[in-house]
């Protein structure tokens, strides 16, 4: 009875909770406070991590991501929406991206920055260094009914991670962010129509670092296959800027506004993680060690068989010039 009672009893205690409790990146509902609302977050593989060598190993099996109906037509559209958090747009379930074994569908995509003062807001960094911005293209395992179902499964997930940073204009994005002023405050949303989707990618697909991770924002379920794109894409400052500037946490009604900037995740411990690399790391100083002790091994080779070949060539000339003589000899016997 006792052991029934006490669960029943702390429920109405945890909904009361849940609904107070607005979680945040800053003030008294930032991250160190959401493991007391969301067990998870607390808890073991979570995200985002540094991606720095020590805990970085080639795996020869991992394959370019493959991305399947991502050109999306013109008469198809997305919805842009405010939630408070970051800015997201829902994608198609005609969208989906293959990482064997499994097909997982596209559910959503979001952004996180920094701000003006300080534009490095990516959460995952390379080495130590943290980007202006990354893009989360958020799937679900085909094998679940949906995002809301699959996030609860460990193998639930799949998130592409793709970092930016400032460069040369991007016309792709630029579609979703000219669209920013329309969702500057929660709760509003926009359309956007279809276009090709990879082109928020890098180029290359198959540089990627891989590794079993969570979301990165409450409830931190950790059940995200992470694959995050080893080359940046560009976007112009002025782009940057745009999303760093056009967007508030509260909604249109609100005396106070709060502006949404620094919407990223501090790094979390890797734990007993390893994370897979889908292409060399160091791979111009492992192949110029290669190359050295191939040209030293070659020219040895190389060496030792000429050697061969001059001493053996001698002996056959010496032979033949035997065999001559012999032969002299024998004609001359014979004349
Ligand atoms: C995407 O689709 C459009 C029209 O549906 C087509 O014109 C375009 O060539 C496609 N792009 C790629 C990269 O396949
Ligand atoms: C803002 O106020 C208007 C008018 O009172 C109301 O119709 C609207 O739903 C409110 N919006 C939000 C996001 O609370
Ligand atoms: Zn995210």
Same mark, same amino acid.
């Given at each position: 009875?006792?052991?029934?009672?006490?669960?029943?009893?702390?429920?109405?205690?945890?909904?009361?909770?849940?609904?107070?409790?607005?979680?945040?990146?800053?003030?008294?509902?930032?991250?160190?406070?959401?493991?007391?609302?969301?067990?998870?977050?607390?808890?073991?593989?979570?995200?985002?991590?540094? #991606? !720095?060598? %020590?805990?970085?190993?080639?795996?020869?099996? /991992?394959?370019?991501?493959?991305?399947? @109906?991502? =050109?999306?037509?013109?008469?198809?559209?997305?919805?842009?929406?405010?939630?408070?958090?970051?800015?997201?747009?829902?994608?198609?379930?005609?969208?989906?991206?293959?990482?064997?074994?499994?097909?997982?569908?596209?559910?959503?995509?979001?952004?996180?920055?920094?701000?003006?003062?300080?534009?490095?807001?990516?959460?995952?960094?390379?080495?130590?260094?943290?980007?202006?911005?990354?893009?989360?293209?958020?799937?679900?395992?085909?094998?679940?009914?949906?995002?809301?179902?699959?996030?609860?499964?460990?193998?639930?997930?799949?998130?592409?991670?793709?970092?930016?940073?400032?460069?040369? #204009? !991007?016309? %792709?994005?630029?579609?979703?962010?000219?669209? /920013?002023?329309?969702?500057?405050?929660? @709760?509003? =949303?926009?359309?956007?129509?279809?276009?090709?989707?990879?082109?928020?990618?890098?180029?290359?697909?198959?540089?990627?670092?891989?590794?079993?991770?969570?979301?990165?924002?409450?409830?931190?379920?950790?059940?995200?296959?992470?694959?995050?794109?080893?080359?940046?894409?560009?976007?112009?400052?002025?782009?940057?800027?745009?999303?760093?500037?056009?967007?508030?946490?509260?909604?249109?009604?609100?005396?106070?506004?709060?502006?949404?900037?620094?919407?990223?995740?501090?790094?979390?411990?890797?734990?007993?993680?390893?994370?897979?690399?889908?292409?060399?790391?160091?791979?111009?100083?492992?192949?110029?060690?290669?190359?050295?002790?191939?040209?030293?091994?070659?020219?040895?080779?190389?060496?030792?068989?000429? =050697?061969?070949?001059?001493?053996?060539?001698?002996?056959?000339?010496?032979?033949?010039?035997?065999?001559?003589?012999?032969?002299?000899?024998?004609?001359?016997?014979?004349?």
């Amino acid at each position: 009875m006792f052991t029934l009672l006490l669960p029943l009893l702390s429920i109405p205690a945890a909904w009361a909770a849940s609904d107070d409790y607005h979680w945040a990146y800053s003030g008294e509902n930032g991250e160190t406070s959401w493991p007391t609302k969301y067990g998870f977050c607390g808890g073991v593989h979570q995200s985002p991590l540094d #991606f !720095h060598h %020590s805990i970085l190993q080639y795996d020869s099996t /991992l394959y370019p991501i493959r991305l399947q @109906g991502y =050109n999306v037509s013109t008469t198809d559209y997305f919805t842009l929406s405010n939630n408070g958090h970051t800015v997201s747009m829902s994608l198609l379930p005609t969208m989906s991206i293959e990482i064997p074994p499994f097909t997982y569908i596209a559910s959503s995509l979001h952004f996180h920055w920094g701000n003006l003062a300080h534009p490095k807001g990516s959460e995952h960094c390379i080495g130590g260094k943290r980007f202006a911005a990354e893009v989360h293209v958020v799937h679900y395992n085909s094998k679940y009914a949906d995002v809301a179902t699959a996030m609860n499964a460990a193998d639930g997930l799949a998130v592409l991670g793709i970092l930016l940073e400032v460069g040369s #204009f !991007h016309s %792709s994005y630029d579609g979703i962010l000219t669209r /920013l002023v329309n969702v500057k405050y929660k @709760g509003q =949303n926009a359309l956007i129509p279809g276009f090709n989707l990879q082109t928020l990618l890098p180029t290359r697909l198959d540089e990627f670092y891989r590794y079993e991770g969570s979301l990165t924002t409450p409830p931190c379920n950790p059940s995200v296959l992470w694959t995050v794109f080893r080359n940046p894409v560009f976007i112009s400052l002025e782009q940057l800027q745009s999303l760093e500037t056009a967007l508030y946490c509260t909604d249109g009604n609100s005396t106070v506004t709060e502006e949404m900037i620094n919407n990223y995740r501090q790094l979390q411990n890797k734990g007993d993680r390893i994370v897979s690399v889908s292409f060399r790391e160091g791979v111009v100083l492992a192949v110029a060690l290669a190359s050295v002790l191939g040209v030293v091994v070659i020219t040895g080779v190389t060496c030792y068989l000429c =050697n061969r070949k001059r001493r053996g060539k001698k002996n056959e000339k010496k032979m033949v010039v035997y065999k001559a003589a012999m032969v002299a000899e024998e004609n001359t016997s014979k004349v």
